[in-house]
């Protein structure tokens, strides 16, 4: 005889595998990736990819590696816990649940402030430390960003802009970087259409 404990564990762990085959699917479908290109690329069946993303297997740690690899994401970024209320995880997210992803750049956080990475944009706080961004990056998509505190200075096709508190900005394509020589870090709130991560 089951206790109302395990009931409860039982329920859980059922809503977090609900979350993470999710994740992966909206992850994949948001990179425009077939069930056989991701699985091919994984050196994994469609029939096991498959499953993962209905919520029927769990993938092993090795496998969220791989996916994390990726997808460029940190593992951590599968294990976060679901929402009490299943509903509410698609719409909101909660402070004290936002997804770190992994910028690649020295001195910079990132959190993922809309609830996944599926969609046609994504929304990420950024924290830039007192540091420059090693060497301008370009990406095919439409990004602005809004400097919630502190300054920073963003070079947009060779120009320098300096920006402060309450600025805001647009790039469409151009080769970007940073840098950040204020003292104190600084958070940019930042818009990309489609998601990169």
Not at 83 to 95: G, H, I
Not at 126 to 136: H, R
Request: proline content about 6%; aromatic content about 8%; charged content about 25%.
């Amino acid at each position: 005889m089951s206790t109302s404990f395990e009931s409860a564990e039982t329920d859980l762990k059922a809503k977090a595998l609900r979350l993470l085959a999710g994740d992966i699917r909206r992850l994949r479908k948001a990179r425009g990736l077939t069930l056989a290109g991701l699985a091919s690329q994984l050196g994994r069946s469609v029939g096991w990819l498959s499953q993962v993303e209905r919520g029927i297997s769990l993938p092993s740690l090795a496998d969220l590696r791989a996916l994390a690899n990726h997808f460029k994401v940190p593992v951590s970024f599968f294990l976060t816990p679901a929402a009490p209320d299943e509903k509410e995880q698609q719409v909101v997210v909660r402070a004290d649940s936002r997804r770190r992803l992994v910028s690649g750049e020295p001195g910079v956080t990132e959190e993922l402030l809309s609830p996944d990475l599926g969609g046609r944009f994504e929304i990420t706080r950024c924290e830039f430390a007192g540091n420059t961004s090693p060497q301008p990056r370009k990406r095919a998509a439409e990004e602005a960003g809004y400097v919630v505190s502190g300054a920073l200075d963003l070079e947009v096709a060779g120009k320098w802009y300096q920006l402060s508190t309450g600025d805001s900005f647009r790039l469409h394509g151009e080769a970007f970087r940073w840098r950040n020589p204020h003292g104190e870090p600084a958070v940019v709130i930042w818009v990309v259409s489609p998601p990169v991560y």
